[in-house]
Structures are given as C-alpha cells and as structure tokens.
C-alpha cells in the first residue's frame, strides 16, 4: 500500500512537458471545448439582452416623449423654436439648423428641459398673425422712417371732448374770475384786445392786452394750426386733451366746496378712461395745460378749507402730462410752460424786426425793478430789493400796488424793462412770475434769486447753463448778508454783458406765443417747443418699454426738479447745489408743512396770486 501511494505522488509532480497518456489528454480536450461553448453562449445572451431588448424600450420612451407636430388644428400662430438640450447619447451627427422656424396649429408647450444639462433653456418666441408682437404705439414710432413724409413722429390726436369741458366755459366767462371780466381776454383768439401803440413802446401789429392765466384758450387755438394733425390715433405721436383745466378751477376756487370744484376733473378722467386711445398707454402719451400754477390743481385733503382741486392727484391724471404756467419740484407729472407775454406775432418778420430794435435800444438803467413788496411773508426779499433800487443812481423801481398804477400798464412795464441791462426778478406769490418773460422779450438780462423762478421750471425753453442768459444771486446773500446788488453787477465785464443780452434776445421766439390765427414759417414758438418737448417725452417712454427698461435708475419723485437737468447720458440724480432751497421744511415752518415735499406755500402761493389779481390786473 505505501509503496503506491508513494508513486502516485510522485507521477503527480510529473513535468507539464512531460507526455500523458491518450486517454487523459482526450478528456481534458472535452472540458476545455464545453467551457468555451458555455462562455461564447453567455456572451451571446448578455449581447442579445442590452442591443435588442433594452434598446427598443429606451426608442421606445424617447418617442413617446415628443410632442406631436401633426394634429389638425387651424393655423394662426407662427413658433420660433430655439435650441433645445439634447441628451448626450442621443446627440445627432450634425449641428441642427439655427433657431429653425417651425410653423404650428396653435401655441405648445415646447419640451421639458432635461434634467441635469449644462444648456440653458429658452423659450420659444410666440408670433402673432406670423408676426413678431409688437406693442400698440410701434405703429406710430415708425412713422418717423418715412422720410417723405414730414409729419411722420410728429402726429398729435385731440380728442374730441364734450363742450362742457371748454367752450361751454367761454360763453360763461363772466364767471371764470372773481375779480377780473376774462371775457374781454378770451376775444381773439385768447390774446385779448389790441394795444396801441401811442408811446411808440410796441411794434404796430401783434400786440395784445393779454391776461397772464389765458394759456388753455391761446394753447388750444394753436393746436388747431397744427400741421400734424391726424384722426388717426394709431399714428400719433402723442394725444392732446383740450381741457380748460385753469379756467374750470378758476370758476369754483372762491366760495365753493371740494365736490364742486373736484367736479368736472373727475367727470374729464372718466370720460377718457373709457376711451380706446387711453388703452394705448394708459394715459401716459396724453397732455393738457392748464394757464395757472400748478398749486391750484393740487388739494392735499378732503377738507373743505382746503385749497383748490385735486386734479393733478388722481390716479389717471398721474400718467398724463399737465403743463402749466409753474410746476412743483416735488411732483413729476407737471412740466412749466411759459406765462404769455403781450406779443403774439402772425409772422416771422415781426419777430426778427423786434429782435433787431431789442439789439439796437440804448440801456440807460443798470437794474430795475417792477413789483410790489410782501409785508405778510418775513421770507420775501422783495422789501430790501426795493429799498436798494431806491437808494442807487443806477436803479429804476415801477411799484406795483394797489390803487392806480403805471405798473398795471403794459406800456409803462415795456419801456422799463427796454431801459434796463437787468431786470431783477425775485420770487412773487409763488416761485415764477409773468414779469421774467416780459423783461426777457424786452430784451433785458433777468436776475433770479432762487432756482424755483425760472432753472428748474422752464427747462424746455431756457438753457441748462443759466449763466449764458441770465445772473443768480441766492435770496440769503440779500436777506442775511445784505449783499449789494448793484456792485455785484458792476463787477460783471461789458463784454460779457453783451454776450449775455444777445442770449436773451435769442431766446425770445421760444418765449413767446404766436397769433393763434396762424403760424409761424421758421421759427419755434413756445408752443411748437412744448409739443415737441411732449413728443419727446412720449417717444422716450416707449422706447424704454419696448427695451424693458425706465428713463431712470431708482427714480425719486420728490427729487422731480433734478432729472431734467442731468446732462446727457446720465440716469441717476444725485446731490446738488440747489438741494436747500427744495429740502422739506420741518413742520410749523412757513406756516405748516404740505407733507408732499414742500410747504403751504402750494396753497397760500396760489391764494395769495388770485388776490393779486384783484391789485395786478390790466388796465
């Protein structure tokens, strides 16, 4: 037994190169051939399972995950489709076309972006009638690329009020001033009657006696002059409301309650709200003027004492545009306009003949002053203005109180102010005053002492660099320091003087009103630079809505008087030099505060010129 065990042990660790018997070797053959069948037929399995089986489910699911682009459906609506992401296994061969246009039956939603993918996903662009949508002022905007057409961006829609809301106020006129008859100041036109010209002070044709709060009657006879009228509203460039806004407050200022005088600004907002041109825009490409200061239209409260009517604080009336004789700069829905001065030229002639005898006049005062003081307001200047035209060689005063006055006659204003290289020009009842522009047509330098008088109000008529036409002296360097007008203006060189009169005169056919029977050739009135102001406005705004953007970044309505004078490009106001004279008084100051960004001077400003009225009023 040992013997052989030992041997097998032994013939196990025979050599692998050593021979075997035939029968060994033939079993070992077989083995090896089922391992190798068994492996192949695994493989085949395992092959068949993923390429055949599990592939058709996967073409299966990415089918029934398209969308159908073959269902009826009537055709309307045209689809850009952008690029959609592409699962990585499923990428094409070649690049798909660039944003290929696929035309639908009716709007889809586009597929789900797949989860987990660096693309980002856009939506499809949906295009109305197979066109791009557009809001409903492009129409309009693009009139301007008609170059044959010299309306094209200039087209004004009026609408088409009922009389209640301006004739019917004029056949009423008795009514529209407490104190003044304004019938004889709607006549021709709005202007008012003829002046002579017995003093030689005027110019033989254009000249009216003109009421200083006439500008809704002058403003809308112009409108019917104007060449780019349309009955298409599609087309206009902006929508012209012909309220007699001034006139309707002034019938109702004095003796009424707030539901009389709110009455017919409620009933004009509810009758252009129901109208298709308001839809456009919701208002925002409207206008109207209103010939009086913007206070009468902005009542803060429900009580009754409380001063004039709410119009320009209504919702609607917000996204309008009201020009006025003087704006708040607090507010941003008002724009000042100039107040009409007693020249009203019919052509171009007039206004040149008049420019050159502003040029040619001898100026024997330095300064003067037309006005009267204001002993009820301890803020007013106009008392130490006074008192230094009286005491200088070279000052000249035209006292304006009550009582007969040649201050109450537009002659003896004129020939003042044609006799002056400066023609002072403080603070009135409120900020402006009618005086400005009359010393201007006279030709004569205007001196302001606050910026509220003519900077911040007029900035579509008068430049943004003040210095070029006019002189600013702060009211504290006359209230506190007792500064001396006449060596401030001494020390100002005669050739710069010159410079500065030539401005003026410049300036005066954008100052004025022409005749509203006709037009003028070539020159821009004050009329034709405000509605190309509003024009203006209006196209900015929806460009700015078709971009997606506003006119300017983190707009602050109680900083209103600062974005008109930012130079070009910019978008932000900031700090300024002229921040003290519109910072927000403490309550209790000057009589109370407003809470709107101002004082009482809103409501006592625009009572206390009324009353002037009954002093002011033309002779």
């Known amino acids: 037994m040992f013997p052989r065990v030992s041997m097998r042990r032994r013939s196990a660790e025979v050599s692998p190169t050593e021979p075997m018997g035939k029968g060994n070797e033939k079993n070992q053959t077989n083995r090896i051939c089922l391992l190798v069948a068994l492996s192949l037929f695994f493989w085949a399995l395992l092959l068949y399972f993923h390429f055949v089986v599990l592939g058709t489910s996967n073409i299966d699911k990415q089918l ?10 009537p055709s309307s609506v045209s689809l850009r489709v952008d690029k959609f992401p592409i699962e990585p296994h499923a990428a094409p061969s070649k690049p798909p076309p660039k944003e290929p246009l696929v035309t639908i039956d009716k709007p889809i939603l586009p597929p789900a972006p797949v989860a987990n993918s660096s693309s980002t996903f856009k939506p499809p662009r949906i295009v109305e009638s197979g066109k791009k949508q557009e809001f409903s002022f492009i129409r309009a905007l693009k009139t301007v690329d008609n170059k044959s057409d010299p309306c094209g961006g200039k087209y004004i829609y009026v609408h088409n009020l009922p009389s209640k809301f301006n004739e019917d106020m004029l056949r009423d006129c008795k009514k529209l001033s407490l104190w003044t008859n304004m019938c004889k100041f709607t006549t021709n036109a709005g202007l008012g009657p003829p002046l002579e010209n017995v003093e030689g ?10 009421n200083q709060f006439a500008v809704d009657v002058i403003f809308s006879n112009r409108m019917k002059q104007y060449k780019c009228l349309t009955n298409d509203s599609s087309l206009a460039a902006a929508i012209f409301v012909p309220f007699y806004a001034g006139f309707d407050i002034a019938r109702y200022l004095w003796g009424y309650n707030i539901s009389r005088r709110d009455a017919a600004s409620l009933e004009l907002v509810d009758w252009l709200m129901k109208r298709p041109e308001w839809d456009i825009m919701r208002g925002k490409d409207h206008f109207l003027v209103a010939g009086r200061i913007t206070w009468d239209f902005r009542r803060l409260s429900e009580e009754e004492t409380d001063w004039g009517n709410k119009l320009l604080f209504l919702p609607a009336a917000k996204n309008m545009s009201m020009l006025v004789v003087e704006s708040s700069p607090w507010n941003a829905n008002d724009f000042g306009i100039p107040y009409p001065t007693y020249f009203h030229p019919a052509k171009d002639s007039e206004v040149f003949e008049w420019q050159d005898r502003m040029r040619n006049l001898e100026r024997k005062w330095l300064f003067s002053f037309a006005g009267a ?12 203005i006074i008192d230094q035209c009286r005491n200088s060689n070279v000052g000249k005063l035209l006292e304006c109180d009550f009582g007969e006055s040649k201050c109450h006659a537009p002659s003896s204003i004129m020939q003042m102010f044609q006799s002056s290289l400066f023609c002072l020009q403080p603070q009135g009842d409120s900020y402006t005053r009618r005086s400005a522009f009359d010393s201007m047509l006279a030709g004569c330098i205007p001196v302001f002492f606050h910026p509220g008088s003519a900077y911040t109000q007029y900035t579509w008529h008068l430049p943004k660099n003040y210095t070029t036409y006019s002189v600013f002296i702060p009211e504290d360097d006359v209230r506190k320091r007792n500064i001396s007008i006449e ?17 003026v005169i410049n300036l005066i056919p954008r100052l004025i009103y022409a005749d509203p029977r006709s037009e003028l050739e070539t020159q821009k009135d004050a009329f034709d630079v405000s509605v190309q102001a509003v024009i203006d406005k209006v196209t900015r705004l929806r460009k700015n809505m078709i971009e997606g953007r506003t006119e300017y970044d983190y707009f602050v309505e109680e900083n209103s008087w600062k974005y008109a004078l930012l130079e070009e490009g910019q978008r932000e106001a900031g700090g300024h030099v002229w921040d003290p004279f519109f910072s927000k008084p403490k309550p209790g100051e000057d009589g109370s505060s407003d809470g709107n960004g101002g004082t009482t001077i ?18």
């Open 64 to 73: 029934q995950l398209q969308p159908s682009y073959a269902q009826s459906q």
């Open 487 to 503: 060596e401030r203006l001494l020390q100002i060189p005669a050739e710069q003087v010159k410079i500065m009169r030539e401005n």
């Open 602 to 619: 809103s409501a006592d400003a625009a009572k206390n010129s009324w009353k002037s009225e009954q002093r002011d009023k033309t002779q």
């Open 373 to 384: 003081p204001r002993p009820d307001n301890p803020k007013s200047i106009r008392g130490q």
């Open 201 to 210: 002070v005027f110019s033989d044709e254009g000249w009216y006696a003109t």
